[in-house]
């Protein structure tokens, strides 16, 4: 099964609101994680990334928090404008038996935010 | 900025014709990769390449290979295309900037039908 999963599917939101996208990831071993946003047409684009020793990053209107106790990630977006709308993606590092993962990333199934005007 | 394009965005194929997806970067990158995308099913790893004439199976390989003669092209190939095989296939390169993010840069798919 999936080990990087999200809780809802679709988020609806009106513009100016702040969006929360959830993801849960199974493998407490994991240490880094990324978020993607994919616009209708293209294809996924970084949004940010954060590593297992932190708890929180922010970027630019986004903050991704990360609690490794529940292994949750969420990715914030503040004052959420028309063009957010889009499906994002959590993802984490793959690591091989030997360590090595070569960028390797397992994808969660995605969220569709839809802001509304 | 890196560019991954990938050739073809729209193909119709039919039952057990070959399919050739091809996928070119422009950044020197040495590791590429494939992932096939479905609704609900996020993107899976089909194939990915560490460096030329290197490759290893991702989750979901059997029906496809993979070839990778030149660093900036890797290629995805349906030997005889199966109707599950209709997809969105999107190729990425990953870029390691100076932070050590592992970040990869996607190119804007390829979608295939198969009758």
């Known amino acids: 099964g999936e080990s990087v999963g999200l809780h809802l599917p679709t988020l609806s939101v009106q513009e100016g609101d702040n969006s929360i996208i959830n993801c849960a990831y199974s493998?407490?071993?994991?240490?880094?994680f990324i978020w993607y946003k994919q616009e209708s047409g293209k294809g996924p684009q970084f949004i940010i990334d954060?590593?297992?020793?932190?708890d929180k990053r922010q970027g630019q209107r986004v903050t991704v928090l990360l609690n490794k106790t529940v292994k949750h990630l969420s990715l914030q977006i503040a004052a959420t404008q028309p063009g957010d709308s889009a499906v994002y993606f959590c993802a984490e590092k793959v690591q091989n038996a030997g360590g090595t993962s070569y960028g390797k990333l397992t994808f969660g199934q995605g969220t569709i935010l839809t802001v509304h005007p | 900025d890196v560019k991954v394009t990938q050739s073809s965005r729209y193909l119709v194929k039919r039952t057990g014709e070959k399919v050739f997806l091809e996928c070119v970067q422009d950044?020197?990158?040495?590791?590429m990769f494939w992932y096939r995308q479905d609704p609900g099913l996020g993107l899976r790893l089909i194939y990915f390449s560490y460096d030329v004439k290197m490759k290893e199976k991702g989750d979901i390989p059997e029906g496809y290979s993979v070839s990778r003669e030149k660093k900036e092209r890797f290629s995805l190939i349906l030997e005889s295309a199966s109707t599950n095989q209709t997809s969105m296939y999107l190729c990425a390169s990953r870029y390691r900037p100076a932070s050590g993010a592992n970040v990869l840069t996607f190119g804007a798919g390829s979608r295939l039908t198969v009758l």
């Open positions: 493998n407490s071993a994991s240490d880094y």
């Open positions: 954060i590593r297992s020793n932190m």
């Open positions: 950044m020197d990158h040495e590791n």
